[in-house]
């Protein structure tokens, strides 16, 4: 049996010999007959591998879910701990403890700024990071889809379908 993309090819092969007339009736519908029994053969294998192949996407989904939830909860109790340790050394009023193996010490992080909210406005622009503007899609399609002719956006932007594959 034919693969695919030689089907494929077959298929235009019969279309332009139809639209050329020098195949007769009979000849054409046979041929057709007997490329679309290949096809949907050839279609019904590729549906199960398809079919296959989203089952394992599916799977690993669910598996990279359950890992990063199980991720989230370590690295959660890693931060706690970790807490525990800061405020007990504070309570202690110890900056460094040698513990066993290990030598647990507070350090000094580097600074940080911290924008203080209600003085936003007061910032002066040399601090100010500009940035390239966002186009917001979805109000266009709303827009667009309330008033095709939409003079806001007349010979800017258009809706526009596509086809896809869909297996049932």
């Given at each position: ?7 494929t ?5 019969l279309w332009?010999?139809m639209e ?18 290949d096809?949907a053969?050839k ?6 591998f398809?079919?296959?192949l989203?089952s ?6 669910a598996?990279e879910?359950?890992l ?5 909860t ?8 970790k807490?525990?340790m ?8 110890e ?9 647990v010490?507070?350090?000094q992080?580097p ?20 940035q390239?503007p966002e186009?917001n899609?979805?109000l ?22 596509s086809?896809?594959?869909?297996i049932?």
């Open positions: 049996m034919a693969n695919i993309y030689e089907l090819s077959e298929f235009k092969t332009a010999l050329e007339g020098t195949l007769g009736d009979d000849m054409l519908t046979g041929a057709f007959e007997t490329a679309t029994e096809l053969a279609m019904e294998g590729y549906c199960k398809i079919k296959n989203e394992d996407i599916e799977g690993l989904k598996e879910q359950r990063h939830a199980k991720r989230q370590m690295e959660n109790t890693v931060r706690r701990a807490s525990a800061q405020d007990a050394l504070n309570a202690a009023g900056k460094k403890l040698k513990a066993g193996t290990w030598t010490a507070l350090q992080n600074p940080r700024v911290i924008i203080d909210e209600q003085y936003l406005e007061n910032i002066p622009t040399r601090y100010i990071i500009p390239d186009v899609k979805k266009m399609m709303e827009d667009l889809k309330a008033d095709p002719a939409c003079k806001d956006l007349e010979g800017i932007a258009h809706l526009e379908c086809e896809s594959l869909r049932k």
